[in-house]
């Protein structure tokens, strides 16, 4: 199984702060890679697919990069729904798998 | 609009089954796969199976293997999600996801509300 490590766990930023989240694989999934945002009590909301295409209607404060092992989820200027909790997931091998997760929560 | 609409919470002895739906609208359901993933309280994702609504192709996560199995009912555009023997740890919110698929990159677009299944004697 493809492994996702997520780092940090935890994020503690001001509105207005740069955030970075890295999501590194086991193995190289090209860019068959997704992130999403999930709220206390919602399902998870797609920000991000193929590694860096934006979905529709995701504010463009949210980026994606990276390929093969390393990837990242950059918010450029926190705002205040943006606290959350983010996951990328793999979707290049079965069975898919997703990260542990990253906590955004206000400094 | 897309929507995903699963049914409601459950709580079920251990060793019991739990039948799950999920009702898509808004589109063609044979049209894209489903897959379900459940989340237990304060934990992360977990990924569980996938199903073509059109074929009725199924795969399932090693975990679940004999104990999960995916179904659908197209006349009713609704997949259905069976999980056996349950034990505690099966506690969880447990989604239905669609798939997309955009120059052979998939990701999953559109989510059920999710559904709490709570094992417990």
């Known amino acids: 199984d493809i492994q996702l490590t997520q780092s940090p766990s935890f994020v503690s930023a001001s509105v207005g702060d740069r955030v970075t989240i890295t999501c590194r694989a086991s193995?190289?999934?090209?860019?068959?890679l997704a992130w999403y945002q999930q709220k206390p009590g919602q399902a998870p909301k797609l920000l991000i697919y193929?590694?860096?295409t934006l979905q529709s209607g995701v504010p463009s404060r949210f980026s994606g990069s990276g390929s093969g092992t390393d990837f990242t989820l950059t918010i450029s200027s926190l705002q205040p729904e943006d606290f959350a909790t983010y996951y990328c997931q793999q979707l290049k091998t079965y069975p898919l798998t997703f990260g542990g997760g990253t906590k955004v929560e206000i400094k | 609009q897309v929507q995903l609409v699963q049914s409601g919470a459950e709580v079920q002895k251990p060793g019991a089954s739990v039948k799950v739906s999920c009702k898509a609208s808004?589109?063609?359901?044979?049209?894209?796969?489903i897959n379900w993933v459940r989340q237990a309280t304060g934990q992360g994702l977990e990924w569980m199976g996938w199903?073509?609504?059109?074929?009725?192709?199924?795969g399932y996560g090693q975990k679940f293997q004999g104990r999960v199995t995916l179904t659908r009912d197209t006349s009713k555009s609704t997949a259905f999600l069976e999980l056996s023997g349950l034990r505690s740890e099966d506690t969880a919110v447990y989604f239905c996801?669609?798939?997309?698929?955009?120059?052979?990159?998939?990701?999953?677009?559109?989510w059920g509300q999710g559904t709490l299944v709570t094992v417990s004697s």
């Open positions: 193929a590694a860096s």
């Open positions: 199903m073509n609504p059109n074929r009725g192709d199924t």
């Open positions: 193995q190289g999934i090209s860019s068959y």
């Open positions: 996801a669609r798939v997309a698929n955009y120059d052979d990159n998939f990701y999953f677009d559109y």
């Open positions: 808004g589109y063609t359901f044979t049209s894209y796969d």
